[in-house]
């Protein structure tokens, strides 16, 4: 076994950059090369193309620019390669491999993980009783894909079975990381603590450039974006980690830069669950030891659950959005009376064509700060961005939406400068998803290899792990006092005490926060509690939220429950993946201690 294995993810969304492969093949010095090129909308989107032509339905990038160009270096640098670009279509992807290996003269040895896709079993499936997650609902009655979320056992057994390349569908994004650590270090089902290290490994770098300072808090610190480095994790057998990038390559790699990818993108990080382990980030740590060089550790594990988490999408109607500047005084003003007369025509258009009217709507002044509502700052602004946005059971019904942007043009508010794009907005499918949860005993894996089949006994381990078990959280700390002589006596924003990262999960966002100094933590506890956060995202949010503390990193992680619209293709709201809601938390004043007010430098008047 190997002492340490050095991993580089490439790609953390279908469509990231084509420089990262070729960055780490010919700078990274690494053993393995991942990529991730998965969300769910992404999944739709190729069950839709496979549906159109039969050899279609993965992601097309990783041939096109992953092997095709690199196929002889990686051959020769003996790196395994491991994907789940084979999306709803791993054979397909595995044929288009094989022929650009071929053209480069090399022999790289393929093999594909089966079995994550269910729909041709969704007969069976219907008969199970299942319910969506959160909201309880029965399975839709027409579905677009339906695909179980694999573990790393099927990747490592495909990796001792000689491949060299291993596509996958739909696995968890951290799979494919967690499967060469199997691999290499020979960890078993029972090693819940190194598996869970393996997990946060992969969830760390999963999203390529995130965690080398992509979207970190105190942007202007980061250097050269146009040079961006993606990480590279050195492994040791313990599962702990140091995270580095290729030299000469831009990014930054902190504690901060590190930890802040840890909380993107989960809920309870007491139990963030894969197929292979329930894991507890609470107390990870993370230790600076060189220059762009972190070491994490700490992370546990639990035995997993019974279920594969399920990924389904279904179509439900029609959506339109178009955007259009509008320059001049008082354009937020202007801007709100345009779409408003838009929406006021059109429904009385519906109305005599007997069409129906709108199922949903969002008017959003961008410039204007309409995401932010009541803690909008804006008092005045001379251009902004109109969105319309709109769903309808009826494509035509949007079609005439579309139509009647333009001529406001000349027969509507003065300062419309003409719509962005070429042409007319045209409507597209509404794809919504549907989260369920399967037993792991129905879900068969295989493995194709050489022109073999090998089913697994066990793909991923049935542990009876349920997060109703765990202990409720303790009660947020006593407000600060008012009075007296410890009194708080200013307010600060809250990114002058912590650092913030947001995702989504469906129709869920996340904010994680953390504090710059220790010392802060208790200030975050009392300060930033659930009622807190609610209040503050009313405008946005129609669920409850929740709070999780996390004492390695004195941070807090919050769920905002139905705070997307839907979430993904589903929303119509001009932030869908919740990208901006840690910029808009860390922007919430905050009541501090005079003494630490005039530390941060930032208070202001209580």
Known sequence: MANTVRIGCHSGFWGDTETAAAQLVRQGNVDYLVSDYLAEVTMSIMAAQKLRNPQAGYAIDFVSVVMAPLAREIADKKIKVITNAGGVNPQACRDAVLKACEAAGVKLKVAVVLGDDLLPRIDELRGLDIREMDTGAELPAKIVSMNAYLGGFPIARALAEGADVVITGRCVDSAVTLGALIHAFGWTMDDYDRLAAGTLCGHIIECGAQCNGGNFTDWQLVPDYDNMGFPVAEVSADGSFVLSKPEGTGGLITTATVAEQMLYEIGDPRAYMVPDVACDFTQATYEQVGKDRVRVSGAKGRPPTDTYKVSTTWPDGYKLSTIFMLGGREAVAKGQHSAEAI????????????????????????????????????????????????????????????????????????????????????????????????????????????????????????????????????????????????????????????????????????????????????????????????????????????????????????????????????????????????????????????????????????
Not at 553 to 571: D, P, V, W
Request: glycine share 10%.
């Open 343 to 606: 929406i006021k025509k059109t429904r009385r258009m519906f109305r005599e064509k007997n069409m129906g009217d709108y199922r949903d709507l969002s008017i959003e002044i961008i410039g204007g700060e309409a995401t932010y509502g009541p803690h909008s700052r804006v008092q005045e602004s001379r251009e902004v961005v109109v969105k319309i946005a709109a769903k309808h059971d009826q494509k035509e019904a949007l079609g005439l939406l579309g139509r009647e942007i333009a001529p406001m043009a000349t027969g509507g508010v003065v300062g419309m400068t003409g719509s962005f794009g070429a042409g007319r907005s045209t409507p597209s499918p509404v794809i919504r998803m549907f989260s369920c949860l399967v037993p792991k005993t129905l879900v068969p894996v295989t493995i194709e290899m050489d022109g073999h089949s090998i089913t697994l006994d066990r793909a991923a381990k049935s542990g009876g792990f349920s997060a109703a078990d765990l202990p409720a959280e303790a009660p947020a700390a006593p407000a600060l006092p008012t009075t007296g002589p410890n009194a708080a006596t200013a307010t600060v924003p809250l990114v002058a005490l912590a650092y913030g990262r947001s995702g989504d999960k469906g129709d869920n966002a996340n904010i994680g926060i953390f504090a710059r100094k220790p010392e802060y933590e208790p200030i975050l506890d009392a300060e930033v509690t659930e009622e807190a956060v609610a209040r503050y995202f009313a405008h946005r949010i129609q669920g409850k939220v929740t709070r999780w503390r996390l004492p390695g990193i004195h941070g807090f992680n919050f769920l905002l429950r139905q705070a997307l619209g839907g979430g993904g293709m589903a929303s119509l709201k001009a932030d869908p993946l919740a990208k901006a809601f840690a910029q808009m938390l860390l922007d919430m004043p905050v009541r501090v201690p005079a003494q630490v007010a005039r530390e941060v430098g930032e208070s202001q008047a209580a």
